[in-house]
């Protein structure tokens, strides 16, 4: 009697908790804003949780078999929304501001409309382009990203690993690599020290205006 109680409070957990953090996973997938995450998440939890808990008592006289199948049925169903949605896919602000991939950074925090990303302050526009001397915008994107991964300390390595989520609450797109290279970074970067130490206030400004 006691081992039955104890494998039924197994599959109860099993049920509940699985199909949670499942369903848990689609606030991050859906929207940039931390608010919205939590209440995305919270109702996808809801939803699950009361899945899961109808499962548990449908299956209660079901063999284990049963019990299995439409355990990890439940579980796969609750994450589909998220596994299906594309890393580089759009995502939605709690002011209806519809973020993309920013080619530049990496991060879902491209504002399609305005051509800016909020994240990086990249501003990728003809005008801005003619503006820069360059002649498409492939070469305005590497031009960001090489002062985009130009390290501040001159003694650290240039690396191209990021935060999963950055300083402003933005989602690293995972699919995204850059167009430029460690070493190309790395001449960028000794210019621009040397300029640092000739002319220390004028490339800060600089630099901080192309972040």
Not at 26 to 35: I, L
Not at 125 to 146: A, C, P, V
Request: charged share 20%.
């Amino acid at each position: 009697m006691k081992s039955k109680l104890n494998t039924d409070q197994y599959w109860f957990v099993a049920f509940l908790v699985l199909p949670l953090i499942s369903a848990m996973q689609f606030g991050d997938a859906y929207t940039t804003d931390k608010g919205m995450k939590v209440l995305y998440s919270g109702l996808a939890g809801l939803v699950a949780g009361a899945l899961g808990v109808a499962g548990y008592y449908f299956t209660s006289k079901r063999s284990v078999t049963v019990r299995v199948v439409v355990l990890v049925v439940l579980v796969i169903g609750l994450a589909l929304p998220t596994i299906l949605m594309p890393q580089s896919g759009q995502v939605m602000s709690k002011d209806g501001i519809v973020y993309s991939t920013c080619p530049v950074c990496g991060y879902i925090a491209f504002n399609a409309q305005e051509k800016h990303c909020d994240n990086c302050g990249e501003e990728l526009t003809e005008e801005e382009m003619h503006k820069n001397g360059l002649t498409s915008l492939d070469s305005m994107i590497r031009m960001g990203q090489l002062y985009q991964f130009i390290p501040e300390d001159e003694k650290a390595a240039v690396s191209f690993e990021q935060p999963a989520v950055s300083e402003d609450g933005y989602t690293l797109d995972k699919s995204w690599r850059p167009s430029v290279t460690k070493a190309e970074v790395e001449k960028e970067a000794l210019q621009y020290y040397e300029n640092r130490r000739t002319h220390h206030v004028k490339v800060e400004i600089i630099k901080k205006e192309q972040k």
